[in-house]
Each structure stands twice: as C-alpha cells, then as structure tokens.
C-alpha cells in the first residue's frame, strides 16, 4: 500500500520537499538581508565630534552605570550616569553639538538644567547651572555656543562647589560622556 503510493505520489512529495528547502533557504536569506543594516549601523559613539562643554575642565567624578561613587554631600553610595566638571566661579557653559534646547528646569536635586536634543538620537543635559541664562525651550543652539555658566545650584551635589553635571543620552538611554569626548585631567 505505501509502496503503491510512494510510486504514485513519490515524485510529488521529493517536490514538495525541495520546494520547502529552497524556500525556507530563501526565507532566511530574505531575514539576513533586513537585519544586515542594523547590525551595520554604527553605535554612533566614533563618527559624533562634540565639543568640550567647559574649557579645560577637571572631572570630579566619572560616569557610571554599575560601579557606585560615594556621593559625600548625601552621605550614600550610587551610580552617576553623567561626569561633573568643575569650573572657576561661573565657568561659561557650551553646547556640544548643534541642536534645539528642548527642557529648561529647576529642580533642588540637580539645579538648574537645560537639555539639547541633537541628531542622531542624541540628547545631552547640563546640570547645577547658574540661574541666569537667555535660552529657553525651542531655541536653537550651535556647537560651541554659550549656554550657560557651571554654578552649585544641583544641592545633591554641593559639596563639589561650583561644577557642571553633564549628561549624554544615546535614543533615551544614558551612556558615557567619555564616548564623545575626551576629558584630559591635569
Ligand atoms: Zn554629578
């Protein structure tokens, strides 16, 4: 019986396999196609050229996302996903990469802040500025430019005096200063 039926459906079945195979072959190689460009996209952290955003500036602290700094004006241990500059008494503040300020804030932990968004995903924040500053939302901002002056406004950091808490975000995710810039400590 399955005799008698291989040789009548036999050819058919060889077919219908082979005709799978190739097209699970090219099913694959369509998946490989689509996701070749993710996995070619650069992490953005080389091509992006940022400025400084203080002249000269010393690193007080260093970022980190798992390793915890002892934070000595709140007395605990934690993470710090940015790098504090420090600055003679109001050190001018510059935007690392042209872009458009999106948030203008005041908060008692981290003073005042201006945050940029820039292309690419980008996004970086500058924190404990002094309260005086012409920018606002919406304005566009060029690399290089003044935006602000480094101050001790951010109170969860005062013991580290006048300094600037600068922040890069990477499409809503925090990632490492040091990625776009190099920060020489003299
Ligand atoms: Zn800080």
Redesign the pocket.
């Known amino acids: 019986m399955f005799k008698k039926f291989m040789r009548k459906y036999g050819y058919y079945m060889v077919a219908i396999a082979l005709i799978l195979v190739v097209g699970i072959t090219a099913g694959l190689t369509g998946n490989d196609n689509e996701t070749k460009p993710e996995i070619s996209t650069p992490t953005g952290s080389t091509a992006i050229e940022m400025v400084c955003p203080m002249n000269s500036p010393e690193v007080?602290?260093w970022y980190s996302d798992t390793d915890l700094f002892y934070n000595s004006t709140l007395k605990q241990w934690e993470s710090?996903k940015?790098?504090?500059l420090s600055s003679s008494v109001n050190a001018d503040v510059y935007a690392v990469l042209d872009g458009t300020v999106t948030d203008c804030s005041y908060s008692y932990e981290h003073g005042y802040c201006i945050t940029v968004s820039h292309s690419d995903g980008l996004a970086t924040t500058y924190?404990?500025l002094a309260q005086a500053t012409n920018i606002k939302e919406g304005d566009e901002v060029k690399k290089g430019q003044k935006i602000g002056e480094a101050s001790n406004t951010?109170s969860?950091?005062s013991l580290?005096g006048n300094?600037l808490?600068?922040?890069v975000s990477l499409n809503g995710k925090s990632v490492d200063p040091s990625n776009y810039i190099t920060f020489e400590n003299k």
């Open positions: 007080l602290k710090h940015a790098v504090d924190c404990s951010a969860n950091e580290e300094h808490h600068f922040s």
